[in-house]
């Protein structure tokens, strides 16, 4: 894409990939241009949340973020807060982010996944005020909806390694499947 059709696709939303009965659902701090503009989540070439999914057990190969449709038949889901195409979290206030917290906490209460990861601590850290939260499960939960902070899979978080964020999120992963039964898509 040239960067005028970047720059067009700003403001642009992504539509949520979710159903009911979701084990986990996965919430992005903001959805970047790249995403806006081809409708897809974590849909720039060098963000690793794709590898990582795949690397952690989440998903049997590794998808593309045009394969995201098949979220709900894995039993997770994405959902970006706000929805709209921004060039980097940098460019989100901290009210963006609180104001992101009390709407994903409406979405979570609608849809009762299981986990709720926020992909991205220092954005869990704003959105709900917990400001000493680490990457892991957390005490708070949404009604009967337990929460885990992800790192970041961009790019541009050079302190975890797509091996060090795997190894996280397959711990998210163990959790949510604590009734000791695979997922019938990772078999």
């Keep these: 894409m040239t960067p005028e059709e970047l720059l067009a696709a700003r403001d642009r939303l992504v539509p949520d990939v979710v159903a009911g009965g979701l084990r986990v659902l996965f919430c992005g701090i903001n959805p970047g ?5 081809t409708g897809h989540h974590f849909a720039r070439p060098g963000n690793r949340f794709w590898p990582v999914l795949h690397l952690s057990g ?3 190969r ?10 709900p038949v894995l039993r ?13 979290g940098d460019e989100v206030s901290d009210e963006e982010f609180r104001e992101g917290g009390r ?12 986990w709720l990861a926020v992909v991205g601590i220092t954005a869990y850290r704003t959105a709900f005020g917990e400001k ?3 990457v892991g499960p ?29 190894e ?3 711990r998210l992963r163990a959790a949510s499947h604590d009734d000791g039964r695979e997922p019938e898509a990772a078999r």
């Design 33 to 37: 241009l790249m995403s806006a503009a």
């Design 58 to 60: 989440f998903t049997p």
């Design 62 to 71: 590794q998808l593309k973020p045009c394969g995201a449709g098949r979220a």
């Design 76 to 88: 997770s889901g994405h959902h970006q807060r706000g929805g709209q195409g921004e060039r980097s």
């Design 103 to 114: 709407l994903l906490t409406a979405k979570v209460e609608l849809l009762r996944p299981k």
């Design 132 to 134: 000493k939260a680490v």
């Design 138 to 166: 957390q005490e708070r939960t949404i009604g009967g909806t337990r929460i885990w902070a992800l790192p970041n899979p961009s790019g541009l978080n050079a302190h975890w390694t797509a091996q060090t964020m795997a």
């Design 168 to 170: 996280e999120y397959a």
